[in-house]
Nanobody, 129 residues
Framework: QVQLVESGGGLVQPGGSLRLSCAAS????????IGWYRQAPGKEREGVSC????????YYGDFVKGRFTISRDNAKNTVYLQMNALEPEDTAVYYC??????????????????????WGQGTQVTVSS
């Protein structure tokens, strides 16, 4: 089974940048679809970004507005989320998920992974002045 560990979160001022990492063990991620989700206290979990392995397609939540980029380093078996121009509204726990189905489904303004996806424990991102 896939084991995922997120890292790179922390405290950053508005307008700052962070790069989150999702490192996998027990499986090679290059054939998996990878999604980044976030959940703020009292709010529902929402999709941030997703990358398919089947065709390399990427998806971003509407709130991203061009500020974030998802990428993959196959040599390190790691997926990244580069986040720039961070806003206080970005404060949340960020989770990565790996789906052996290999593709993300985009519908109704968000994206979905299958029930076979494995999830990490999350990393805290706090954007505050």
């Amino acid at each position: 089974q896939v084991q995922l560990v997120e890292s790179g979160g922390g405290l950053v001022q508005p307008g700052g940048s962070l790069r989150l990492s999702c490192a996998a063990s027990g499986v090679t991620l290059d054939h998996y679809a990878i999604g980044w989700y976030r959940q703020a206290p009292g709010k529902e979990r929402e999709g941030v970004s997703c990358v398919s392995s089947s065709d390399g397609s990427t998806y971003y939540g509407d709130f991203v507005k061009g500020r974030f980029t998802i990428s993959r380093d196959n040599a390190k078996n790691t997926v990244y989320l580069q986040m720039n121009a961070l806003e206080p509204e970005d404060t949340a726990v960020y989770y990565c998920a790996a789906d052996p189905r290999s593709f993300c489904t985009y519908s109704s303004g968000t994206f979905y992974l299958s029930a076979f996806a494995s999830w990490g424990q999350g990393t805290q991102v706090t954007v505050s002045s």
